[in-house]
């Protein structure tokens, strides 16, 4: 969904990086999930905020932070990277006030950490 | 924390009907059952979704038996364009309203 983008859409790193995963979206929605998918699997979920002061932890958040700087912004962040952390990351958007509570994702960002 | 089981594969026919079942046996009486499809490695994108009557959209029918502990998501003319990873979720509403994806469906449409 063109709505709803990510940066970098892929990135290369070595294990110990620090890495920033940027998503913005300009659907005006209130809440943002950040998801990791590993090969052949479903999405897991990271972490979610339902608004800018509000982070919440997903089943998987050990190794990950993040940061909601505004209502269209939340960021990822892989404080020191590590090779079981490759795995293609999903941002997500919805509504807290469309009564379907669908959840809009961007293309996604394929990460490596050699 | 309701899951769901979903057949790894299934072919069909291209025009003819994809039923693609999922079992959610410990759904709670609050939690919808929600269907996502992923096309290659795009993110996913939404289907339809349910709490315990049938629905119907542009897209696709699902139908969720009486207990709610199953549901089949239908395609009633799979294109090849339909060839994807579907995924039946099952929305928690007591904790965030998060989804809770499965391994999801592989359905291959055949010309």
């Known amino acids: 969904d063109a709505d709803v983008t990510q940066t970098p859409r892929n990135r290369i790193t070595k294990t110990g990086k620090r890495i920033m995963l940027e998503c913005s979206q300009t659907?005006?929605?209130?809440?943002m999930y950040w998801y990791r998918q590993d090969p052949g699997l479903g999405l897991q979920l990271i972490y979610y905020?339902?608004?800018?002061?509000?982070?919440n932890k997903g089943e998987i958040s050990d190794g990950y932070s993040v940061s909601r700087q505004a209502q269209a912004k939340f960021s990822l962040s892989l404080e020191s990277a590590i090779p079981n952390q490759t795995a293609l990351y999903f941002c997500?958007?919805?509504?807290?006030?469309?009564?379907?509570?669908?959840?809009?994702f961007g293309p996604g960002t394929r990460l490596t950490v050699l | 924390d309701a899951k769901t089981t979903q057949p790894p594969s299934m072919d069909c026919a291209e025009g003819r009907a994809a039923n693609l079942p999922c079992n959610h046996s410990?759904?709670?009486?609050?939690?919808?059952v929600y269907w996502y499809r992923q096309i290659h490695s795009q993110g996913p994108q939404y289907i339809i979704h349910?709490?315990?009557n049938n629905e119907t959209n542009e897209m696709a029918s699902l139908i969720i038996t009486e207990d709610r502990k199953s549901s089949t998501l239908i395609l009633p003319h799979a294109t090849l364009r339909d060839t994807a990873v579907y995924y039946c979720?099952?929305?928690?509403?007591?904790?965030?309203?998060?989804?809770?994806f499965g391994t999801g469906t592989s359905l291959t449409v055949i010309p």
């Open positions: 997500a958007t919805s509504d807290s006030g469309a009564p379907n509570r669908e959840q809009f």
């Open positions: 659907k005006g929605h209130d809440r």
């Open positions: 905020s339902f608004d800018v002061k509000d982070i």
């Open positions: 410990t759904i709670s009486g609050n939690e919808y």
């Open positions: 349910g709490l315990k």
């Open positions: 979720i099952v929305r928690v509403v007591n904790t965030g309203n998060q989804f809770y």
